[in-house]
């Protein structure tokens, strides 16, 4: 008998959650004006709002812990982190900041000017935040495929060479300081970028004098989609494949929420010297010194062996096979999906989905709220709040895809657990045709809505 898959880990420490009734749903999300993120967790049953910073850590990161160095200046953890980042990406000198945002933050101080183009694979919100915070312009040149809801590609976070090229041919090059790729690119659904297609970006970063700037939240997801789907990479282990897409980054800012499975931090990694120099400025201003930039010491050991444990196949296997485990049973079910599945979460398409919501009324928020109403299952959206307001035009932006984020936190879920939601969501189906109403803003934020803003069912 062909042995079945288990995972690679046994649990040591668990934490309680909470079932509750509708009718306590149903007060709970009004209070919260039917925003996701006004929610108390206490309030959620199975919480899938994000992967970031919600991984459980292991015993070797809770050991390493306990010898963190909190030295103000020189720290062995910093030190640590320098190695082990030289070591996994080569890259001989970096930033730690307090999170992915401050590294965009520090980074972008540097880089980013008033009137800049900033081409990318459907950039993440915060990083188009920090674009258009500086008054710069995010282009967004993914390929056509990614938005295709069941296309199948095995690279859909992909960029679009010839729309990157025209960007680069059409602007002086002085307006563009780089071009960012997002590994996995998380706006398309969780979806990898092949190592050809990084190559070949950096070659045209070359070709007309710019830079590639990798955002890396999800490097190590993103390299074992390469291992996994790309000719040439099957032998090479995931250390390898990251070294080797490292080895086309002039810069990467990193997200240490995501696959260094810790639950706060981030850096810069940097090939030139003179902008890490430049940026260390921005980091001591914004972050602190830095040897410690917003981390306490323990946080950059628990980071360093997080890094090490996401770059072994056997973690990666585990993850990634838990996702496609929710993912397989929604398509059972003959729930729409974004396919092939992605890395960290499941995309459900909810203008599908729900297609009685017009698109003024927040399709996909909708959904999510009736998610929640259905099983305290907390999704996110992925839609037109997310998009936000047109900086020039003040007029919603509707994107092409409405979408709710089912994304999975790393080993900290039971497959019991997919099995809810999947049922949880196959009731909300099977009453699709009952919800006929969406929701209007009463208040929101002139930038990065979605966090904050107040919701009313409409009519
Ligand atoms: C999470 C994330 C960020 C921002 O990082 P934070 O740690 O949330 O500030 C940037 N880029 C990508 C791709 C991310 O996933």
């Given at each position: 008998?062909?042995?079945?898959?288990?995972?690679?880990?046994?649990?040591?420490?668990?934490?309680?959650?909470r079932?509750?009734?509708l009718?306590?749903?149903?007060?709970?999300?009004?209070?919260?004006y039917?925003?996701?993120?006004n929610?108390?967790?206490e309030?959620v049953?199975?919480?899938?709002?994000?992967?970031?910073?919600t991984?459980?850590?292991?015993d070797?990161?809770?050991?390493?812990?306990?010898?963190g160095?909190?030295?103000?200046a020189?720290?062995?953890?910093?030190?640590?982190?320098?190695?082990?980042?030289?070591?996994?990406?080569?890259?001989?000198?970096?930033?730690?900041?307090?999170?992915g945002?401050a590294?965009?933050n520090?980074?972008?101080?540097?880089?980013?000017?008033?009137?800049?183009?900033?081409?990318?694979?459907?950039?993440?919100d915060?990083t188009?935040?920090h674009i258009?915070?500086r008054?710069?312009?995010?282009?967004?040149?993914?390929?056509d495929?990614?938005?295709?809801?069941?296309?199948?590609?095995?690279f859909?976070?992909?960029?679009?060479?010839?729309?990157?090229?025209k960007v680069?041919q059409e602007?002086?090059?002085?307006?563009i300081?780089?071009?960012?790729?997002?590994?996995?690119?998380?706006t398309?659904?969780?979806?990898?970028?092949?190592?050809?297609?990084?190559r070949?970006?950096?070659k045209?970063?070359?070709?007309?004098?710019?830079?590639?700037?990798?955002d890396?939240?999800?490097?190590?997801?993103?390299?074992?989609?390469?291992?996994?789907?790309e000719?040439?990479y099957?032998h090479?282990?995931?250390?390898?494949?990251?070294?080797?897409?490292?080895s086309?980054?002039?810069a990467m800012?990193?997200s240490?929420k995501?696959?260094?499975i810790?639950n706060?931090g981030?850096?810069?990694?940097?090939r030139?010297?003179?902008?890490?120099?430049e940026?260390?400025?921005?980091?001591?201003?914004?972050?602190?010194?830095v040897?410690?930039g917003?981390?306490?010491?323990?946080?950059?050991?628990?980071?360093?062996?997080?890094?090490?444990?996401s770059t072994?196949f056997e973690?990666?296997q585990?993850r990634?096979?838990q996702?496609?485990?929710l993912?397989?049973?929604?398509?059972?079910?003959g729930?729409?999906?974004?396919?092939p599945?992605g890395?960290?979460?499941?995309?459900?398409?909810?203008?599908?989905?729900?297609?009685?919501?017009?698109?003024?009324?927040f399709?996909?928020?909708?959904?999510?709220?009736?998610?929640y109403?259905?099983?305290?299952?907390?999704?996110v959206e992925i839609?037109?709040?997310l998009a936000?307001?047109?900086?020039?035009t003040?007029?919603?932006?509707?994107?092409k895809?409405?979408?709710?984020?089912?994304?999975?936190?790393?080993?900290?879920?039971?497959?019991?657990?997919?099995?809810?939601?999947?049922?949880?969501?196959?009731?909300?189906?099977?009453?699709?045709?009952?919800?006929?109403k969406?929701?209007?803003?009463?208040?929101?934020?002139?930038?990065?809505?979605?966090?904050?803003?107040?919701l009313?069912?409409?009519?």
């Amino acid at each position: 008998m062909k042995l079945p898959f288990a995972e690679s880990y046994k649990i040591k420490m668990v934490e309680n959650i909470r079932k509750s009734t509708l009718e306590e749903r149903k007060k709970w999300i009004r209070e919260a004006y039917y925003n996701l993120f006004n929610l108390r967790a206490e309030y959620v049953f199975v919480d899938l709002l994000t992967d970031s910073g919600t991984g459980a850590m292991s015993d070797k990161q809770w050991a390493a812990m306990m010898e963190g160095d909190e030295s103000y200046a020189g720290a062995s953890s910093y030190l640590k982190m320098k190695a082990a980042i030289k070591d996994i990406f080569d890259f001989n000198d970096f930033l730690p900041t307090h999170q992915g945002r401050a590294a965009e933050n520090v980074l972008f101080s540097v880089l980013v000017k008033e009137g800049d183009i900033i081409p990318g694979n459907s950039h993440f919100d915060t990083t188009k935040g920090h674009i258009e915070f500086r008054k710069a312009t995010a282009v967004d040149c993914t390929i056509d495929e990614a938005f295709h809801p069941t296309l199948y590609h095995p690279f859909k976070g992909n960029v679009d060479l010839q729309k990157l090229e025209k960007v680069l041919q059409e602007n002086p090059i002085e307006k563009i300081p780089f071009v960012i790729v997002t590994v996995t690119n998380n706006t398309s659904g969780g979806q990898p970028v092949s190592m050809h297609n990084i190559r070949e970006v950096y070659k045209l970063t070359k070709k007309y004098g710019t830079r590639l700037i990798l955002d890396s939240a999800r490097f190590a997801e993103n390299a074992y989609f390469i291992k996994t789907r790309e000719d040439g990479y099957q032998h090479k282990t995931i250390k390898e494949i990251v070294k080797e897409m490292y080895s086309y980054a002039d810069a990467m800012t990193m997200s240490s929420k995501k696959d260094a499975i810790v639950n706060m931090g981030g850096f810069i990694g940097f090939r030139e010297r003179a902008l890490y120099e430049e940026a260390s400025v921005y980091n001591i201003m914004f972050e602190g010194f830095v040897t410690y930039g917003g981390m306490s010491g323990r946080d950059m050991n628990a980071l360093v062996q997080g890094l090490y444990e996401s770059t072994e196949f056997e973690y990666l296997q585990t993850r990634i096979h838990q996702v496609e485990y929710l993912g397989n049973k929604l398509l059972e079910y003959g729930i729409p999906i974004l396919q092939p599945i992605g890395g960290h979460g499941i995309f459900i398409d909810a203008k599908s989905f729900l297609p009685n919501i017009p698109k003024e009324e927040f399709v996909a928020q909708t959904l999510a709220v009736e998610l929640y109403l259905e099983g305290g299952v907390r999704g996110v959206e992925i839609g037109t709040l997310l998009a936000d307001r047109d900086p020039k035009t003040r007029k919603n932006r509707y994107p092409k895809m409405e979408l709710v984020r089912l994304a999975i936190p790393r080993r900290t879920y039971t497959n019991s657990h997919m099995d809810y939601v999947a049922a949880c969501l196959k009731n909300v189906y099977d009453r699709r045709d009952k919800i006929t109403k969406g929701l209007r803003i009463i208040r929101e934020a002139p930038i990065m809505r979605h966090f904050t803003v107040e919701l009313e069912r409409a009519h």
